[in-house]
């Protein structure tokens, strides 16, 4: 796996704003990455240290179009701690 297809896009919301200063940083990855993958994707992209990365699965949500049930998909977020002082350039405009 190429390291620029595992991270898929970055999670905003006001929760990861939150984590955002206290050093962690969420993205959507792809379902086969693992967190060293992850971790990897993160140190050469971005040129910085990650110290930990937290993945987890978040599942569909149930969702009617007229008659039809569905569930929308299951996809992969990583939580990654960098290390003390370091941040992504890349957020800070955001």
Known sequence: MNYETILVE???SEKTNNMREAGKYVFKVDARATKYDVSEAVRRL??????????????????RLRYKKGYTPNWKKA???LAKGE????????
């Open 10 to 12: 970055p999670v905003l």
């Open 46 to 63: 971005f040129k910085v240290t990650p110290v930990s990365c937290n993945i987890m699965i978040v599942a569909g949500k149930p969702k």
């Open 79 to 81: 939580i990654v701690t």
């Open 87 to 94: 941040k992504i350039s890349l957020f800070e405009g955001v």
